[in-house]
């Protein structure tokens, strides 16, 4: 990869991650993270640093254009249980910052955009198992919603505009190396930091909620291994499926007690419980592995050890 590249959103689950990934590849002046914190998190005191607010249309296009930015990873979001309950600055928030990074690609700026989408875009009426690539969507939240909408304005810019614009429908992420940050699959974050704290915990979402799921690490290898691949391989420019491991948290509890016995685990479902009935149990992710050879490496077992080793509780603390 040549030329800088920004990640926009890079104080969240996602974006630490994928920015150290990034700079561990390409060298840790290429890539700038900016994020709407005065400051980085010390993970990422390791390279450049900006603070943008990605609703400042003229601030993000000015910093952009007069840095000779050429990538630009757009991972600032409101997610799907926090968007519920401030609708209308979800909606602006996921919007608004995607018309500004479209726009300057359109007018030659940018040489390429990752976006990322979401398993929200589906909806009840939406097959659950294996969902296809092409299916119906009717999502019922705002977080699908506005998910759905920036899909469909990728591929409208991509048709009209040339513009090279990629993205993936991520599945739940299961991180240890940042805390939840608002989504109705985090439950499955949260549960190992109380495992370790306290012993117990008290869940969301039903015991028998199957969603699908997937380890950061294969996640960020995903994100990048699209943004690598030929433009002439690719043959969707809304959002490729993106599977991984489907499970419920009493399945998800039975293999954390193999390690912690008397972890205990009760179920308090509540408002996120509506907006996961909505959601896919399975995800059918082979045009993904036909387009550009995608294949996770992650199983349920290996998560759950890989985390129960490396969650770290005083993050809970320094929050």
């Not at 513009?163 to 190992?192: C, E, K, M, N, Q």
């Amino acid at each position: 990869m040549s030329g800088k590249t920004i990640v926009i959103g890079a104080c969240g689950q996602i974006g630490t991650e994928l920015v150290l990934e990034l700079r561990r590849r390409n060298g840790d002046e290429q890539i700038i993270a900016s994020d709407i914190r005065e400051t980085c998190p010390v993970t990422l005191e390791n390279g450049p640093y900006i603070k943008l607010d990605v609703l400042d249309r003229e601030s993000v296009r000015n910093y952009i254009i007069d840095n000779d930015i050429e990538q630009v990873y757009l991972l600032a979001a409101l997610l799907s249980a926090t968007a519920e309950k401030h609708p209308e600055f979800g909606w602006k928030l996921n919007m608004e910052g995607l018309f500004t990074i479209l726009d300057l690609a359109k007018e030659g700026h940018l040489k390429k955009i990752f976006w990322p989408s979401s398993i929200a875009v589906f909806g009840p009426s939406t097959p659950k198992n294996n969902t296809p690539q092409v299916t119906v969507m009717e999502p019922t939240t705002v977080y699908g919603i506005s998910k759905l909408s920036g899909e469909r304005w990728c591929e409208y810019y991509f048709k009209q505009y040339g513009v090279d614009v990629r993205s993936l429908r991520y599945p739940g992420l299961i991180s240890f190396g940042s805390l939840p940050g608002g989504g109705t699959t985090d439950y499955a974050v949260d549960i190992f930091y109380q495992a370790k704290l306290k012993g117990e915990y008290e869940c969301f979402i039903s015991e028998e909620t199957y969603l699908p799921m997937m380890y950061m690490e294969d996640a960020i290898r995903a994100t990048i291994e699209l943004m690598e691949a030929p433009a002439d391989n690719l043959t969707i420019r809304s959002s490729y499926n993106l599977g991984g491991i489907s499970f419920t948290p009493k399945e998800l509890t039975k293999i954390i007690q193999k390690t912690i016995s008397d972890f205990s685990i009760s179920y308090k479902p509540d408002f996120r419980q509506k907006i996961a009935d909505t959601w896919p149990e399975s995800i059918d992710d082979s045009v993904a592995k036909r387009d550009w050879n995608w294949k996770e490496s992650y199983r349920l077992e290996e998560l759950v050890d890989v985390m129960l080793k490396n969650v770290n509780i005083s993050l809970l603390e320094s929050e």
